[in-house]
């Protein structure tokens, strides 16, 4: 998608939080999470926007008892239950690794879904250390009230229904790249419905998507060394501008603002970002990365970013 919604950002926790009684038992958040608990799956259609870049529209199922659907526009990642399964929309390959609790919570834990991991998540409040309700507003024409949820080192403001009685959205702020960032995420279709099965085709990559073995993908820094020399040798001899690419340990480091790299996550690293253009400077300043390149940096990010 190619619009941008400019969102101003509404809270400061973090400035207020030593003015707020500590109240994990909100009344708000218990009806939110006694509503995810109680039903059988959860389906919604939404915005994810991150503060000065382009608007995802992202689609979600989740299913009692371990089952997830998650589609951005570049990745599907399902959960059938006995695997997790991350399709490449681009490439149409997937690779496919064992469910296991901590890889579903990895997934769960994620901002973006959070809010509506209680579906399947029965410890969804263990890391909650805080919980306050805000002011009443409307998001896109419906009326929610905000809740600021504090929990573990994150902040999430969910905004809560009013006529549902659960969170149809969410706003928090990450740091990247050594820059705060904050995303708004609001759904414009969101439904409970009775649990869904694991063979339903929700659950099922295409039949034309390609499986790939995870050990051929770029899964260790040496794999992507050849790039950082081949494209980026400003970086390599020395750190230029407060990086080097020379080492893992120093790629890892970043520059003087901190990790440019995010494990796990290449679009939302900055160095994908500063590699597109879409943030500045563009690095290299002169030409573009080979498509070969760009997937190899890809699939080395997404795997883990691993030495």
Not at 49 to 74: A, D, F, M, T, Y
Not at 172 to 178: H, L, P
Request: charged share 20%; aromatic share 8%.
């Amino acid at each position: 998608m190619n619009r941008k919604w400019l969102f101003i950002p509404f809270f400061a926790f973090a400035a207020i939080s030593f003015a707020m009684v500590f109240d994990v038992n909100n009344p708000v958040l218990n009806a939110h999470t006694e509503k995810m608990k109680t039903a059988g799956s959860l389906s919604a259609v939404f915005t994810v926007n991150k503060i000065g870049s382009e608007v995802e529209e992202h689609k979600l199922v989740i299913s009692k008892p371990n089952l997830l659907r998650w589609e951005s526009p570049s990745t599907v990642v399902v959960a059938n239950g006995a695997s997790i399964l991350t399709l490449d929309k681009k490439s149409n390959q997937y690779t496919e690794e064992p469910t296991s609790a901590e890889a579903l919570k990895k997934l769960l834990s994620n901002s973006v879904v959070w809010a509506w991991s209680a579906v399947i998540d029965d410890t969804f409040l263990k890391p909650v250390t805080d919980a306050k309700a805000g002011a009443n507003r409307r998001v896109k024409g419906i009326a929610v009230k905000e809740l600021n949820v504090a929990r573990a080192d994150k902040v999430t403001t969910l905004f809560v229904d009013e006529k549902l009685g659960f969170a149809r959205g969410v706003t928090f702020e990450e740091t990247q790249g050594g820059q705060k960032v904050q995303t708004v995420v609001v759904a414009s279709e969101i439904k409970v419905d009775p649990a869904l099965a694991a063979s339903d085709k929700l659950f099922l990559m295409p039949a034309s998507a390609q499986k790939m073995d995870k050990s051929v993908l770029a899964s260790t820094f040496k794999d992507v060394t050849p790039i950082f020399a081949a494209r980026c040798g400003c970086h390599m001899t020395r750190a230029t501008g407060g990086v080097s690419l020379a080492t893992y340990k120093a790629t890892m480091q970043g520059g003087r603002n901190g990790s440019f790299i995010t494990p796990g996550d290449a679009e939302g690293s900055l160095l994908m970002q500063l590699i597109r253009g879409t943030k500045q400077p563009k690095m290299p300043p002169q030409g573009n990365l080979t498509e070969a390149q760009m997937d190899t940096l890809i699939k080395w990010i997404n795997s883990g970013a691993k030495e």
